[in-house]
């Protein structure tokens, strides 16, 4: 949530672009163009708080519009000021640079020994698990959020009973309508076209871990009657369908 936890980002592309937008309306430059960004501005912003959701790609259109208007007056400005305006535009793209070496250097972490590399030794985990145990048209309904489940069906170009590919919308505001709709939903499908295999991921998201299922009462009673534990993995439970049900 990117909007909320680093909102002083925000605080030098602001004052960028105020002091822009008066740069341009004190020497007379202000131009449709500026207007047309302007609204730009505000359309990100209404895109981003009206939505009331905090992910950062909400940001994406707000950061668009904003850089856009942050140099619209960035020649006019060297051209009169020239040492100036030169010396802060280098120090920003000084920090910008070490910014990015150092976002490249977490990235490479994550990648190497990290929890990049250790979600992708457990989709070739499950894909090991499962691949034995699969028949033609056998279904697979994967319960988890990024923490390769998807992926590992993917490898094995197994399809899901149901529509969803991650299970964080059932375990929060567990009492309002939508939710509630959304476990009946996944349930009716697991009925209808029962899986040969459930696979659940110990980690929930954005917290709780595999007890999480206990809080689903209905999904909780069809695992306890129609599955079983077949293999126990490094962060899954697979669940075979019991002969029969």
């Not at 030098?12 to 937008?21: D, E, K, M, R």
């Amino acid at each position: 949530m990117w909007g909320f936890h680093r909102w002083h980002v925000w605080i030098p592309l602001g004052a960028a672009v105020v002091l822009s937008l008066i740069d341009a309306i004190a020497t007379r430059r202000f131009s449709t163009r500026h207007l047309v960004i302007g609204l730009g501005v505000v359309y990100g912003l209404v895109h981003y708080i009206a939505q009331g959701k905090g992910w950062e790609y909400h940001v994406y259109p707000l950061a668009a519009f904003a850089s856009v208007l942050v140099f619209a007056e960035l020649a006019s400005a060297l051209s009169m000021r020239r040492w100036a305006t030169a010396a802060p535009v280098a120090l920003a793209l000084i920090i910008a640079a070490v910014m990015l070496e150092t976002k490249g250097a977490e990235a490479a972490a994550a990648a190497e020994g990290g929890w990049i590399s250790d979600k992708a030794r457990r989709v070739k985990a499950v894909v090991a698990d499962l691949r034995p145990r699969l028949g033609p048209g056998d279904t697979v309904q994967v319960l988890d959020t990024t923490e390769g489940g998807i992926h590992a069906l993917l490898r094995l170009g197994v399809r899901e009973p149901s529509r969803f590919l991650y299970d964080f919308h059932f375990f929060h505001d567990v009492t309002t309508p939508v939710v509630r709709g959304l476990r009946a939903e996944l349930v009716n499908a697991l009925n209808a076209r029962p899986p040969r295999f459930i696979v659940v991921f110990e980690r929930g998201w954005p917290d709780g871990g595999a007890e999480r299922v206990d809080a689903f009462p209905e999904l909780r009673q069809l695992l306890d009657r129609a599955y079983r534990p077949d293999v126990t993995g490094d962060g899954y439970v697979i669940h075979a369908k019991r002969d029969g049900s």
